[in-house]
């Protein structure tokens, strides 16, 4: 319970992805290209694209990695600790966009090669919030909250960020190894507990 209101999140479980910034698009699919739609995703604001690349880092590829559009000011790929497994690198567990610091990593595309110094992250849990929804439910940007899921596999997941703004639908996002430990496949739910 949050105060005396339950409050009930949806969950998501992120599968490992990029984002791409025009610069870096433009290099691993050729000049002037613009990322194809294949379905909207819950956030309003974004795609799964038609295009993947394969990346690499440490002594490991991993090929046919989805992008995520529309464009971003910076490069950065998204994988589990379990995608990084027997590579040689352990990535940083960070909120996306925030890339300072973090690891090297390779794409390579149908038109070429980008070498980025950092953008590799495990992403760091998190949810979305509209800031009218947050403002309801007493949720505030860049604070920390716990969410409890139910089922066969009780979990609480703990030091998840809050992140608020105008377009944001409300959800908690996981990536596959939190969502194979709550035993969620693709979508769930959970209970804010504080």
Known sequence: ??????????????????????????????????LQKLKQLSQPSDFACQETVDIQFGSKKIEKVRVVGPVRAKTQVEISLTDAVGSGVVPQIRLSGDLNGTSPVVLVGPKGTVNLNEGLIVALRHIHCATS????????????????????????????????????????????????????????EGIIIK
Request: proline letters at 1%.
């Open 1 to 34: 319970m949050f105060g005396k209101q339950k409050i009930i999140v949806p969950v998501e479980v992120s599968a490992r992805h990029c984002h791409l910034a025009k610069e870096d698009l433009e290099k691993l699919f050729g000049e002037g290209y613009e």
């Open 133 to 188: 929804e947050a403002a309801k439910l007493g949720l505030k940007n860049g604070s920390k909250t716990a969410v409890r899921i139910d089922g066969a596999r009780q979990i609480v997941f703990e030091n998840i960020s809050v992140r608020v703004r105008d377009d944001y639908k409300f959800c908690l996002h996981l990536d596959t190894d939190e969502g194979n430990a709550a035993g969620i496949n693709k979508a769930g």
